[in-house]
């Protein structure tokens, strides 16, 4: 099953990456403008290298234009718990549906036959383009807009970010050298939607440096 990875350098997507490394033959990374892009990016290139798969970065310039408290220059990054409603600011309007389709484009290109992507349960509530019934349609339209007949195979879409983790943690993976936090500092900030989530799901084995230097 040769698969193209949508990797973020963030911890699902590492996770995928590991998980089915034998089965990748490419992952991209798509740098969008976001506050903490740059952290992901470089987690991304270091993971990619360490398993000898090709990688490469796109550059969606043209994100600059949305509205959203995750991109540069947005309004400040909200924190709480990652299902609450002030995380809404976050979202960036059919972000994984674009970068889904320029995957799947790759993907005929190269007649690669799967194109895999991390979203998992906790990105429902928020994220539109995370839940089921979007990633079930987007793959339909691949296989029906390619020759190549390219499917789009999302195993964590049933699973929570902590049974993501213990996947991970079976794997060897050492998440301090992924990257969550949505505000892009030098540390996690401890304290966003997703840093929370990220609290849960790696409790009992968190090496992340949080701001003030504190490990949790």
Not at 109 to 128: E, L, W
Not at 190 to 216: P, Q, S
Request: proline residues 3%; glycine residues 10%.
């Amino acid at each position: 099953m040769k698969g193209l990875l949508i990797y973020s350098g963030g911890m699902d997507s590492t996770t995928l990456l590991y998980n089915y490394k034998d089965n990748i033959s490419l992952a991209i990374s798509f740098n969008y403008g976001s506050k903490h892009n740059q952290k992901e990016l470089l987690y991304a290139k270091w993971h990619t290298k360490q398993l000898g798969i090709p990688h490469f970065i796109i550059k969606l310039n043209f994100f600059k234009k949305f509205h959203s408290s995750l991109l540069k220059g947005g309004v400040e990054i909200p924190e709480g718990h990652y299902c609450d409603e002030s995380m809404k600011s976050t979202v960036i309007p059919f972000r994984n549906g674009i970068m889904l389709a320029i995957a799947i484009g790759i993907a005929e290109d190269r007649k690669i036959d799967y194109v895999y992507i991390a979203n998992h349960t906790g990105d429902h509530t928020i994220y539109p383009d995370c839940r089921p019934e979007f990633i079930k349609y987007m793959g339909l339209a691949g296989q029906k807009g390619t020759y190549h007949n390219i499917k789009v195979f999302s195993p964590y879409i049933n699973k929570n970010k902590r049974e993501i983790a213990l996947i991970g943690k079976t794997l060897g993976i050492d998440y301090s050298k992924t990257w969550s936090c949505y505000k892009g500092l030098k540390y996690h900030c401890g304290k966003c939607g997703t840093c929370v989530e990220r609290k849960e799901a790696l409790k009992g084995f968190d090496r992340t440096i949080y701001k003030k230097g504190g490990k949790k």
